[in-house]
């Protein structure tokens, strides 16, 4: 029993306690949803679904590079930093620390969705006060940079320009400022602002920064902001450690996006896989649950980088225009292709996901055929991981396994057995090649269109 290690951390228990006590008592599990490609794979209607019957509902990484889109009774929501479980006015949404906030884009999306008739919303949001802040300039700063890197390397990343890189790189070099240095002392947040301003510029001396009406600014967001803002770790602590409570992760961006393990330098400045849910709300990792990954039925991407099975082709086409694929956060179009099982499977590694949503099924109703890739191969020879060198990724070749169509409309299903044999085979197909099971299949927007298998 020497190497027994009791996880168990209820501050207050007596020792001995906690000695006797099981690795499995770790209190409240959080249940995770993660993008398994390269982001866009229906993760607001996911964790829409799961808000229902959710307490507490959180974002832990990204910012509003995130558009999460949610439809209920035939109301269009988009989220970019409030977590989409806001619509549920029983449970409580927390930005946690891993979050970085552009404060004047998360009221005007608050303000923006009371329109539509969210209700409440400011009371029912808690936010980290180790939550880093994003900087109007840090937009300008992005797209700085952006031109820069077309200039030196003929190309650029692609960002959706919401200064999320710059907030990230301050943070990582530790000039960024928080939320809880806005509500602390502003004439020490006032310097270090002006100090961070002076550094961008002379890294970028086109670059011109309205100091004194941009301190005004984040003052009075400052006054707005401080009745929402608590000790994030804290409030999880306490969530995870009372009485039974669901706690629900809102994974944002993708696998494939992910700072670490995406197709780097093409990906966001975030941890979107799982560790990115214990650093981004300073939980232990004994407290995650369930892992739910969501893929789409093929595979979009925003933006530049490689993406073996693109089809650039009227198949590329039909996927864009019948999955109505355009960025809700940029508007861009999004890239079209097949489903590419190598990067599902590469994510299922990362994340170790308990399930799948697999999402927009119906979107493939009208083909004659659906291929999936299943391997890569480089010079003939298959590989068994994903490329880390982006040069060999745009250089691999897919292979593929090719399914019929179904040519039905599978919009109106709602179980399993509503779905064509055809539908059933690629599903079934997919979850025996990925080695997890498929819990949901989308088929069309709404709430409602999603069949539960088990
Ligand atoms: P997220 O960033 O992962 O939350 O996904 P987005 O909201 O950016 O993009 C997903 C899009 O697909 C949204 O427009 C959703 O309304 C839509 N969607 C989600 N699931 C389904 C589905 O099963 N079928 C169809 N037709 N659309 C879906
Ligand atoms: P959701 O949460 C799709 C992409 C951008 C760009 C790269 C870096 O809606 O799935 P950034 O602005 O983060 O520095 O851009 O990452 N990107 C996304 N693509 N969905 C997202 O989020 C994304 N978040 C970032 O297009 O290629
Ligand atoms: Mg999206």
Redesign the pocket.
């Known amino acids: 029993m020497l190497f027994a290690i009791n996880r168990s951390i209820n501050l207050s228990a007596p020792i001995d306690e906690m000695r006797s006590r099981s690795r499995n008592d770790v209190g409240n599990k959080v249940t995770v949803v993660l993008?398994a490609q390269?982001?866009?794979?229906g993760?607001?209607k996911v964790v829409d679904l799961l808000a229902t019957e959710a307490d507490v509902v959180c974002r832990c990484q990204?910012?509003n590079?995130?558009?999460?889109t949610v439809v209920v009774d035939g109301k269009e929501y988009d989220f970019h930093l409030l977590p989409s479980g806001i619509i549920n006015p029983k449970s409580i949404s927390l930005i946690g620390n891993g979050v970085v906030i552009h404060l004047p884009g998360l009221f005007e999306e608050g303000d923006k969705n009371e329109k539509k008739g969210l209700k409440g919303w400011e009371k029912r949001l808690i936010v980290s006060d180790r939550a880093h802040l994003v900087f109007d300039f840090y937009q300008i700063v992005?797209s700085l940079q952006e031109t820069e890197r077309q200039a030196q390397e003929g190309k650029n990343?692609?960002?959706?320009?919401?200064g999320?890189?710059p907030a990230y790189s301050s943070k990582a070099s530790r000039t960024g400022l928080r939320v809880c240095d806005l509500l602390g002392d502003f004439k020490d947040f006032s310097n270090r602002f002006k100090n961070i301003v002076q550094q961008y510029q002379s890294m970028y001396p086109s670059l011109t920064v309205d100091v004194e009406d941009q301190l005004k600014k984040l003052k009075e967001y400052a006054e707005r902001l401080r009745p929402m803002v608590r000790d994030g770790v804290y409030y999880m602590y306490e969530a995870l450690h009372g009485p039974p409570k669901k706690v629900l992760v809102e994974?944002?961006?993708?696998a494939l996006?992910d700072i670490d393990f995406g197709t780097y330098p093409?990906?966001?400045?975030?941890n979107?896989t799982v560790g990115g849910a214990c650093t981004g709300l300073g939980i232990p990792p004994l407290n995650i649950g369930d892992v739910f990954g969501v893929a789409k039925a093929y595979t979009?991407?925003?933006?530049?980088?490689a993406f073996p099975t693109e089809q650039l082709n009227v198949i590329g086409e039909l996927l864009q225009t019948r999955g109505h694929e355009v960025?809700?956060?940029?508007g861009?179009k999004?890239r079209c292709g097949w489903l590419d099982l190598v990067i599902v499977r590469y994510a299922h590694m990362i994340n170790g996901f308990t399930a799948i949503a697999l999402t927009k099924l119906d979107i493939l109703d009208v083909l004659d055929e659906i291929k999936v890739g299943v391997a890569y191969k480089l010079n003939g020879k298959r590989i068994p991981h994903f490329p880390a060198n982006m040069d060999v990724l745009h250089k691999v070749e897919v292979e593929y396994e090719t399914f019929p169509g179904w040519k039905t409309d599978t919009s109106a299903a709602r179980k399993w057995n509503d779905l064509p044999a055809k539908a059933q085979n690629y599903i079934r197909f997919i979850e025996n090649h990925i080695g997890v099971p498929i819990k949901w299949v989308g088929v069309g927007k709404s709430r409602e269109c999603m069949i539960q298998m088990f």
Not at 38 to 41: L, T, Y
Not at 251 to 254: D, F, K, P, R, V
């Open positions: 993008g390269w982001g866009d794979e993760k607001g990204g910012g590079n995130a558009g999460h992005d990343i692609g960002t959706t320009k919401k999320i890189g994974g944002a961006n993708a996006l093409f990906v966001t400045s975030s979107c979009t991407r925003v933006g530049i980088g960025g809700v956060t940029t861009r999004r």
